[in-house]
């Protein structure tokens, strides 16, 4: 890894586990987000990943859902950076064989903000990566097994994040 504090690029289905809280992921990506406000990692999501977060929110863009979506990603935002997606992404996942071209993306991305980890409930899709992919308990081990870091054992998320 090539910092103290990993940069991490988190994929769109764990953002929406974290903001509905959908169960049984819930807890992990609130461990994962209370790391990033405590500066422990750096959370990163691109900025294409917003508007598709927006659209997930507000179920296909309600607008009497917007004000609490908006809300939710204000928070987001509030300890989570976002990555720019400019042509050469763009064109470099066009030219991708990846079967899914939405990982294709976050994977350029990736490598445009030389991330350390990929997190997604779907790692199979970064099957291709030369950047590690997995959900949080698979990065929660490896840091463990890396650094001697059981993240589980950390008290200062008793605060709701």
Same mark, same amino acid.
Request: with cysteine; hydrophobic share 40%; glycine share 6%.
């Given at each position: 890894?090539?910092?103290?504090?990993?940069?991490?690029?988190?994929?769109?289905?764990?953002?929406?586990?974290?903001?509905?809280?959908?169960?049984p992921f819930y807890?992990?990506?609130?461990?994962?987000?209370?790391?990033?406000?405590?500066?422990?990692?750096?959370?990163?999501?691109?900025?294409?990943?917003?508007?598709?977060? *927006?659209?997930? *929110?507000?179920?296909?863009?309600k607008p009497s859902?917007?004000?609490?979506?908006?809300?939710?990603?204000?928070?987001?935002?509030?300890?989570?950076?976002?990555?720019?997606?400019?042509?050469?992404?763009?064109?470099?996942? *066009?030219?991708?064989?990846?079967?899914?071209?939405?990982?294709?993306?976050?994977?350029?991305?990736?490598?445009?903000?030389?991330?350390?980890?990929?997190?997604?409930?779907?790692?199979?899709?970064?099957?291709?990566?030369?950047?590690?992919?997995?959900?949080?308990?698979g990065f929660f081990?490896?840091?463990?097994?890396?650094?001697?870091?059981?993240?589980?054992?950390?008290?200062?998320?008793?605060?709701?994040?």
């Amino acid at each position: 890894m090539s910092s103290s504090h990993p940069k991490l690029l988190l994929d769109t289905n764990v953002i929406i586990d974290y903001l509905e809280p959908r169960e049984p992921f819930y807890q992990d990506i609130r461990l994962l987000m209370g790391l990033g406000r405590a500066n422990e990692c750096s959370l990163w999501v691109s900025a294409s990943q917003v508007t598709d977060i *927006l659209y997930i *929110l507000t179920g296909g863009g309600k607008p009497s859902s917007t004000p609490t979506a908006l809300a939710s990603l204000r928070q987001l935002r509030s300890f989570v950076n976002v990555a720019d997606v400019g042509p050469d992404e763009v064109d470099k996942m *066009l030219e991708t064989t990846w079967a899914d071209a939405e990982d294709a993306m976050l994977y350029q991305v990736a490598l445009s903000i030389q991330a350390d980890w990929i997190i997604s409930r779907d790692a199979n899709g970064f099957e291709d990566s030369h950047i590690p992919a997995s959900d949080c308990t698979g990065f929660f081990k490896a840091m463990e097994e890396e650094r001697g870091i059981v993240y589980a054992e950390m008290n200062f998320l008793q605060t709701n994040f």
